[in-house]
């Protein structure tokens, strides 16, 4: 099983432009979630999945879409990308919310 | 929603010591769980512990719900030890998982 597979590894964009971070997952888990992380300030949710069709924002949506259209895949959105984008992104996913969360490893995006 | 305190922030070991990392949480919390995010920058899930004692080899973690606090012992550290440790959960708000801000451990040789 490849586990949680995220692309690209790395990124860099212009301010302004828009790209998508892809997520997908073999484990037939339930649950997928994305977060970013910043120096000193650990791992921040951005939105979940708790199955395919439903989502729901955590602690900093703001500037990111997602959506779950079937259960492996749980792509998110830059719509307009900023400098304080800048960050890496993780995915993860789990069978359930209550289960182990398994991370992929890592979108590293630069915004200029 | 819940806030995640880690202590100690930062934390150097020499090989072969023991060290207890604390989360403390400021409201009742399910999903607790522990990962240690390596130099590499690779997140691995330690443990998933809501409540009670688990051990896995030289680590192990004990989580007292009813007090909103877990702690992760290390015995006998080894350099491979090293990395940031993170403790998270949910406060009732399923599937909104929240990190702390984690433990930076060096061990040196």
């Known amino acids: 099983n490849a586990g949680v597979t995220q692309t690209p590894k790395f990124q860099v964009l212009k301010t302004g432009q828009s790209m998508t971070l892809q997520c997908a997952q073999d484990?037939?888990?339930?649950?997928m979630s994305w977060y970013r992380q910043d120096p000193g300030m650990g791992l921040r949710l951005i939105h979940y999945?708790?199955?395919?069709?439903?989502?729901d924002q955590g602690e900093v949506p703001n500037g990111y879409n997602v959506s779950r259209s079937t259960t492996e895949d749980f792509p998110l959105r830059l719509l307009s990308a900023a400098p304080s984008q800048t960050s890496v992104y993780f995915c993860?996913?789990?069978?359930?919310?209550?289960?182990?969360?398994?991370f992929g490893n890592g979108t590293r995006l630069t915004v200029t | 929603g819940i806030q995640v305190e880690q202590s100690p922030p930062d934390l150097i070991l020499q090989e072969g010591a023991n060290s207890t990392l604390r989360c403390n949480f400021s409201?009742?919390?399910?999903?607790l769980q522990w990962f240690h995010q390596n130099p590499w920058g690779q997140l691995i899930n330690l443990f998933y512990?809501?409540?009670g004692t688990k051990q896995n080899g030289r680590l192990s973690a004990t989580t007292v719900a009813t007090e909103r606090y877990s702690l992760l012992y290390i015995s006998s550290s080894q350099t491979t030890d090293s990395g940031v440790y993170f403790c998270?959960?949910?406060?009732?708000?399923?599937?909104?998982?929240?990190f702390g801000k984690g433990t930076k451990l060096s061990v040196k040789p």
């Open positions: 999945s708790v199955g395919a069709g439903i989502t």
């Open positions: 409201d009742s919390v399910n999903n």
């Open positions: 512990i809501p409540s």
């Open positions: 484990m037939n888990h339930e649950y």
């Open positions: 998270a959960g949910d406060g009732g708000s399923q599937g909104n998982l929240i």
């Open positions: 993860a996913s789990s069978y359930g919310y209550n289960s182990p969360l398994h």
